[in-house]
């Protein structure tokens, strides 16, 4: 595997129907196993920029390159496959199908990803795991996840991004809901997945108290030159 977990060259983003670029990031290199805080205001794009990480966006120019493969490159059901394989993503609207328990919406990833399901031992141990260490309660476990409470979804949804292991966690505002406890929780519990897996975290939050617990902090504004104009 390389020895960088995402590589991005001379990378241009705009949102459809806009005449300015939100992104113009000349380069970026994270290196396997880091963990990034990644900060700025609104408007700065930082939600446009793990898009394209994610490969839920594709840029207008220039390649991201995540442990070696050049994701921009693909087609878009081999970026979906890339994704459900290697990278757990904590969005900031979660995501979550409401419909569904909160333990099936964690299991989900095992569902679309061989790679996950195996790397995951028992798919609802380890479902029962993490949620139990982030403070979910038992008996919300069954409940459908559109039931449940703001600060209840977003632990479903960062349980449902760190089963099976994956490389790379990408989390948007992953600690916007929850209390001052929790969130020191949540951030301990993550930093400890990401460690004992070797998992590379790239972390997007407003608040920079957080900052001290990560390896390197970014403002996106130092990195990418259209941050004026951008849109997240």
Same mark, same amino acid.
């Given at each position: 595997? $390389?020895?960088?977990?995402?590589?991005? #060259?001379?990378?241009?983003? #705009?949102?459809?129907? =806009?005449?300015?670029?939100?992104?113009?990031?000349?380069?970026?290199?994270?290196?396997?196993?880091?963990r990034v805080?990644?900060?700025?205001? $609104?408007? +700065?794009?930082?939600? $446009?920029?793990?898009g394209?990480?994610g490969?839920?966006?594709?840029p207008?120019?220039g $390649? *991201?390159?995540?442990?070696?493969?050049v994701?921009?490159?693909?087609?878009?059901?081999?970026? /979906?496959?890339?994704? &459900?394989?290697?990278?757990?993503?904590?969005f900031?609207?979660?995501?979550?199908?409401?419909?569904?328990?909160?333990? /099936?919406?964690?299991?989900?990833?095992?569902?679309?990803s061989?790679? #996950?399901k195996?790397?995951?031992?028992?798919p609802?141990?380890?479902?029962?795991r993490?949620?139990?260490a982030?403070?979910?309660?038992?008996?919300?476990?069954?409940?459908p996840?559109?039931?449940?409470?703001?600060?209840?979804?977003?632990?479903?949804?960062?349980?449902? &991004?760190?089963?099976? #292991?994956?490389?790379?966690?990408?989390?948007?505002?992953?600690?916007?809901?929850? /209390?001052?406890?929790? =969130?020191?929780s949540?951030i /301990?519990?993550?930093?400890?997945e &990401?460690?004992?897996?070797?998992?590379?975290?790239?972390?997007? +939050?407003h608040? *920079?108290?957080?900052? @001290?617990?990560?390896?390197?902090?970014? @403002?996106? %504004?130092?990195?990418n030159?259209?941050?004026?104009?951008?849109? %997240?």
């Amino acid at each position: 595997m $390389s020895a960088d977990a995402l590589v991005i #060259r001379d990378l241009v983003y #705009r949102w459809p129907r =806009q005449r300015a670029a939100c992104l113009d990031i000349p380069a970026l290199t994270v290196a396997a196993g880091e963990r990034v805080f990644l900060h700025g205001p $609104s408007g +700065s794009g930082k939600s $446009s920029l793990l898009g394209v990480l994610g490969g839920v966006a594709l840029p207008e120019r220039g $390649s *991201v390159t995540l442990f070696g493969e050049v994701v921009t490159a693909f087609g878009g059901r081999a970026r /979906d496959a890339f994704r &459900a394989d290697h990278i757990g993503f904590i969005f900031q609207q979660f995501n979550l199908l409401p419909w569904l328990s909160a333990c /099936d919406n964690v299991l989900l990833p095992c569902t679309f990803s061989a790679c #996950r399901k195996r790397r995951a031992g028992d798919p609802p141990a380890e479902a029962a795991r993490l949620l139990s260490a982030l403070d979910l309660a038992r008996e919300l476990w069954p409940k459908p996840a559109g039931e449940l409470s703001v600060g209840q979804q977003q632990r479903v949804a960062a349980a449902r &991004a760190l089963i099976g #292991r994956p490389e790379l966690l990408i989390a948007d505002e992953p600690t916007s809901a929850l /209390d001052a406890p929790r =969130q020191q929780s949540f951030i /301990d519990l993550l930093l400890r997945e &990401a460690g004992a897996t070797g998992a590379t975290l790239v972390f997007v +939050s407003h608040d *920079v108290r957080l900052a @001290a617990h990560f390896d390197r902090v970014l @403002a996106l %504004a130092e990195i990418n030159r259209a941050a004026d104009g951008a849109a %997240a």
